[in-house]
């Protein structure tokens, strides 16, 4: 790095405006990204919390996606999934429901599932599950409705009593409620579910064969997901995260080809004194090193100082705003963009290869 | 030590071929400074572009310490040019970003092992020194006047002791005073060092300082004032010719 640290120190200008780019476009990087995380978790950490290693919804109609908001399934397709598959399921019930705390009103979104399936609002295994008429709220929706343990909610006009609060989780932005799996299929059909619904959805737990799996499908008309596809049965998650995501993947190409571009314009400036250093016996490998150890340090001091900021600001935001600070959030997209920013560099520095060292001699500099 | 054995070099010219050097033939010998001149278009440049190992001729050989330098592969005459040869540009071609005295250094810093990078170092200093230039190893490029760059030129191509020195037009961008000290810089660095030196240039104004003449017309040798140096005589007889 003998030439590229003495040019750094001689073209400050430029390189700081172009750490200052990475650093810009890091910041970017970093915030949507924790934002992402943030918004994926307000969406989908309850599901997470799932107890399963499937999950099956009714089959949708009219050639539309699978979708947890739409399902609705009955105890007999629920016995003919279990009886086909020969898996363990366990039904759960899901509704996003407008809950009324003396003058307070505010979403929730109640789950209903077996003991044990982890469909409660957090993973405390003390608190005891909700029997008939109770109810145990998360943090946020006790704090939502200004509610407490043992006081009474009210439900589409039915009182459920505070049983405890606890946990966090969230489902499609809403926070979790939990209920026992009687009280939610009461309150389902008063919501508007057909007669007779037993649950939204299957956990299907044992990892049972395709076969079975397919049987399972065929014998209770429902569609398994496992995986990313269990979380895509949420609708807003699959077009939030597709927005963030493809707004992140844009922001990483655009650095890779300002990087790229930039390095492209001062290889072409430097190409005389390349040529030069090669007619008197540079190898074009250590001019290459040299100059990638150039971009690589640029890089690095801008998103150095990107998730610097990143940090800062994110750790002030975090209790205000659905944004998460983590390494996967902060370091993650920092080396990738180190590693698209170099790769951007490296195509720079083709020419570094081309350039004929013969052009130093005469007067054709 | 480099001997030119029947150097023939064509370059492609549209349907054509045009000769540029034709079974050009030359040993000068160790210490000297030979000056190479002749009209535009003579094939002096393409002397020195084959004689750099940078341009491989059609037939012939360059022996440079013994070694047909002509059959190397890019890579080992990449090393060569780092260890056994030294170019003195006809600009001074410094790199803008350097100090004089890194410079000297950078090459040897980018490739070198630390010994030879610790070596460099120690003889940029020297080289400096030696080319008065001492007080002005900390400046850059712009800091310099154009003789003050060239004299840089000349230190940096002795770094690494090469034992041939290739020299283009090194007064074409200078007045004549500072063309003169340039000149007699390297014939004294030639003697000193014990570098054989090949000059090309235009200006026989300093001719008398060199140990041998060549001119050369349409790549061949037309005239050769031999080992023995060069009289102001025969350099009137040269120009007469050209």
Known sequence: MFVALRDLGFARGRFTLIASVVALITLLVGFLTGLTGGLAGQ???SVLSWKADRLAVAEPTGGTDPQLATS???Q????????ASGATVSPVGISQVSATHGDVTGGLALMAGTPGAGTGPGADADTPAPTKGEVVLSEDAADALGAATGDEINVAGQDLR???VTGTGHYAHVPVAAVD??????????????????????LITGKPDKDAVAAGDAAAHTVSLSGLNELTAIGSFRSEIGSLGLMIGLLLAISALVIGAFFTVWTLQRKGDIAVLRALGAPVSALRRDALGQAGLVLVIGIALGLAVVVAVGSVLQGSLPFVLSPLTTLGPGLLMAVLGLIGAAAALRSVTHTDPLTALGSNR | MITLKNLTLTYPDGASRVTALDDVTLAPGAGTLTGITGPSGSGKSSLLAVASTLVRPDSGSVL???EDVTKLSDKD???????SLGIVF???????????????RAVTELAGSRAQRRAAATRADELLEAVGLSEQAGLRPHQLSGGQRQRVNIARALVTDPSVLLVDEPTSALDSVSGAAVIDLIADLTERTGTTTLLVTHDLQHAPRFDRLVNLVDGRITADTGADGVTREAVETMTRAA
């Not at chain 1, 007999?76 to 009886?83: I, S």
């Open chain 1, 43 to 45: 969406n989908v950490d």
């Open chain 1, 72 to 74: 609705t399934l009955t």
């Open chain 1, 76 to 83: 007999q397709q629920v016995d003919d999934y279990a009886k």
């Open chain 1, 162 to 164: 505070v049983s405890a």
């Open chain 1, 181 to 202: 799996l009687s009280t939610w299929r009461g309150l389902a059909t008063r919501l508007g579910a057909p007669h007779g619904t037993a649950a939204t959805a299957l």
């Open chain 2, 64 to 66: 440079i310490d013994g």
């Open chain 2, 77 to 83: 005459a990449t090393r060569l040019r780092r260890t």
């Open chain 2, 90 to 104: 006809q600009q001074s071609n410094l790199v803008p970003s350097l100090t004089a005295r890194d410079q000297l």
